[in-house]
């Protein structure tokens, strides 16, 4: 109702102002008058419970400033839904992780705010978020695009996110400088952008759906163990999933000493603590159980897919976010962002689309 009221008096002040002066004349000073005390009207009005309308977003311009002397901490928690699009070398995969009925923790580090201006800050922000990546963007049905026969040639083309039997795990951290709009009090709803340098791990599988072709391996097996299994690391070599100085170092070695000892069945039990490794009925049903145990030949299944092992660092990231004023003891907050890079030959774009709220301890 209030908000229909400034609406009416500022249509009606208007009115009042072009029906008094003639059409062929200059605007005398009223117009300015009559403006000014239109705004000096909005600024002092109140909603019902006597709160300033313009303080109930942007926090009171008098109010006292209560701020982090030092800095604060951000406990509380996160939903997230995350994706990673992996793409180079004429593949890509698009892996998800949708955590709606799971939050997770959140302990972001703030330091101490500097304002610019009445309506400009900048903080530094130290941001952490680990994921778990168990569903993949494929077609609905991916052979049917290349039916001739098919009827609905759109459908066929959908995307939908589903569990395909890859797996990744992995964590990043981020520290950037961050400028909001916002005013400087605990009140004050903010807009905020930030660039800056992040650390991340990232080891698991993917599925690009051109060279992983399942039938190979399972024919491959019935050959001599000891040469298919360097085969294997060879592959695994060159297609850069072997890294020493920016992969997992446990991964990398086994997957370069396959056929040593029981370096596969090892494999096996890493990823399978890691929760990557999903069991596949077909290979176990095809594959050569009398050179390999049911482990062995599950992680198998999990190398004829196209493995990720990643370790990077003072890659480029950002986060664009909007910011509550303190409900009570709480803020929330909506934010999307996460790094981008490029290693070994592949571009990988993460996007942490989260929600969070948050008790702020200041120091």
Known sequence: MLYTKILISFLFFNRSIFSQDPPNEKPKEKPKEIQEQLQTWIAGAKDENGTPIQDFFFGSSSAKRKMPKYFSIYPGFNVEEIT?????KGNEAIMSQVTSNKPSWLFDLKS????ISEWIGVHLLVHNSDFYLDKQVVQEDPYAASDPFSEDKKSSN??????????MNGNYSMAMPVIYVGRDNEDSWR????????NVRLTGTADFFKSSDIFTYTEGMYANRTDYLNQLSMMQFYNGNINFREGDPVVSYLLANLSQGNNLELLGLYYASKGLLNVDPFLLFFGDRTKYSDLELVTLNSLARSQVNVHATSVFSYMIFIETGKLGFVKFRLALGGPIFKQQGYTYEFRNLQFSAYMPIEF
């Not at 990673?84 to 180079?88: E, P, R």
């Not at 807009?191 to 992040?198: H, K, V």
């Open 84 to 88: 990673v699009d992996i793409s180079g």
């Open 112 to 115: 101490k705010e500097f304002q």
């Open 158 to 167: 959908k995307r939908t996110s589903r569990d395909v039997g890859t797996r």
């Open 191 to 198: 807009f905020g952008l930030g660039f800056g340098p992040a």
